[in-house]
Nanobody, 124 residues
């Protein structure tokens, strides 16, 4: 099963992008989901995570008050709205869906499904 991300691209500092993650191969409502990113030369980090219903969310400190994670289970899609983008947000962004998750953050453990990644580039 492959998750499919879209919405990446090139944007100037202060701009906005909305990433989407979906699949036609399974019902995402049964999985916690999250967005991760990996910048060149750095390890992959969790960015934002969301519980099955969407009632609980987690954000890494660096994106709080700028990014918003949401999901639409009826349409089998998850989003990441990214505002006030900075050059340090430049990375490949991956979505993940998992049955296992961190209890404190609802972040996927990364053992089930991943997308292929979408590149976000923020120019200064």
């Amino acid at each position: 099963v492959q998750l499919v991300e879209s919405g990446g691209g090139l944007v100037q500092t202060g701009g906005s992008l909305r990433l989407s993650c979906t699949t036609s191969e399974l019902g995402l409502q049964f999985y916690v989901m999250g967005w991760f990113r990996q910048a060149p030369g750095k390890e992959r980090e969790k960015v934002a995570c969301i519980s099955h219903s969407g009632a609980s969310t987690f954000y890494v400190d660096s994106v709080k008050d700028r990014f918003t994670i949401s999901r639409d289970n009826a349409n089998n899609v998850m989003y990441l709205q990214m505002n006030s983008l900075r050059p340090e947000d430049t990375a490949v962004y991956y979505c993940a869906a998992d049955r296992g998750f961190e209890s404190s953050t609802y972040c996927p453990l990364g053992n089930d499904f991943w997308g292929q990644g979408t590149l976000v580039t923020v120019s200064s």
